[in-house]
Nanobody, 124 residues
Framework: QVQLVESGGGLVQAGGSLRLSCAAS????????MGWFRQAPGKERDFVAA????????DYADSVKGRFTVSRDNAKNTMYLQMNSLKPEDTAVYYC?????????????????WGQGTQVTVSS
C-alpha cells in the first residue's frame, strides 16, 4: 500500500510562486505515472498536471499551461509541482495521485492512490 503526502502549500499573493511536493512511501512509484488535481470550494476535483513514469512526458490543464511545471525525482520517490504567476483562481486544495498506468493520463479513474491534499490560497 502506497502513501502519498503533499506539502508546500500556503498563502501567497497573486503573481507569486509556490512549489508543492508529493512524497510517496510504502513502495516505489517509479514505474507509474503521477498527477496533480485540485478542488476549489463548491467545485469538482479538476485535473492540473500529469507526468509519465520517466518524467519525459507531461500534460497540463489549459488553465495552468505556461505557469505550472510538474516534475519527479524517482530516486526520492517524489513528485513536484512548481507554480508560478499564481492567480486567485488557483486557490484550491491540491492533491497528488498515483496512476495505475505508465503513461501520463488526465482521467481521475486512472489514479488508484491519492494524498490528503494541501491548501493553496492566492490573495489578490
Amino acid at each position: 500500500q502506497v502513501q502519498l503526502v503533499e506539502s508546500g502549500g500556503g498563502l501567497v499573493q497573486a503573481g507569486g510562486s509556490l512549489r508543492l511536493s508529493c512524497a510517496a512511501s510504502g513502495r516505489t512509484v517509479r514505474w507509474y505515472a503521477m498527477g496533480w488535481f485540485r478542488q476549489a470550494p463548491g467545485k469538482e476535483r479538476d485535473f492540473v498536471a500529469a507526468i509519465d513514469w520517466s518524467g519525459g512526458s507531461t500534460d497540463y490543464a489549459d488553465s495552468v499551461k505556461g505557469r505550472f511545471t510538474v516534475s519527479r525525482d524517482n530516486a526520492k520517490n517524489t513528485m513536484y509541482l512548481q507554480m508560478n504567476s499564481l492567480k486567485p483562481e488557483d486557490t484550491a486544495v491540491y492533491y497528488c495521485a498515483l496512476s495505475k498506468r505508465v503513461m501520463a493520463t488526465i482521467i481521475p479513474a486512472d489514479f488508484g492512490s491519492w494524498g490528503q491534499g494541501t491548501q493553496v490560497t492566492v490573495s489578490s
